[in-house]
């Protein structure tokens, strides 16, 4: 069997996840774990900082620093949600969503040329495979446990 240590390792690398920013937009440093929330914020139906910090698999003190800081960046907007004040929601500002369309865009044009490289039974039988190995682990432990947790 190959060794899927260092195959993941390796597209975690291309992908650019190691990175501290994911890309510079407009003049602002977006981190990987930023354009994560902001893709969660943007596809998830008013969404409030313990579902999305839930989501990304984050403990809330970490999120809502990330998101304090898209807050002060004016990318994010936190509304106190009507039924219980204690509760905020979150949104995309018209900036943010500049922001996220921008790398929205270069995300797909950076998948769209990985696959112009496969036929489209290659295709398809990655993406399958991703959404089965996606699947499986969401019904495992998490592997290593967070720095202090």
Excluded: W
Excluded at 62 to 81: D, G
């Amino acid at each position: 069997m190959e060794n899927i240590r260092e195959i993941v390792q390796t597209m975690t690398r291309r992908i650019g996840l190691l990175n501290k920013n994911c890309c510079s937009v407009e003049g602002i440093d977006v981190s990987v774990a930023q354009s994560h929330i902001l893709y969660e914020i943007n596809r998830t139906h008013q969404p409030s900082i313990q579902q999305i910090a839930e989501i990304l698999g984050m403990d809330v003190t970490t999120f809502s620093r990330q998101v304090q800081s898209l807050v002060e960046a004016e990318l994010v907007k936190k509304t106190p949600f009507a039924e219980d004040r204690r509760v905020q929601i979150l949104s995309l500002t018209e900036k943010g969503e500049r922001i996220h369309d921008y790398i929205e865009k270069i995300m797909n044009t950076y998948y769209d040329d990985i696959f112009s490289h496969m036929s489209e039974f290659e295709k398809e039988t990655v993406i399958r495979s991703l959404q089965l190995f996606n699947h499986a682990m969401a019904k495992t432990k998490q592997c290593c446990n967070p720095v202090g947790g």
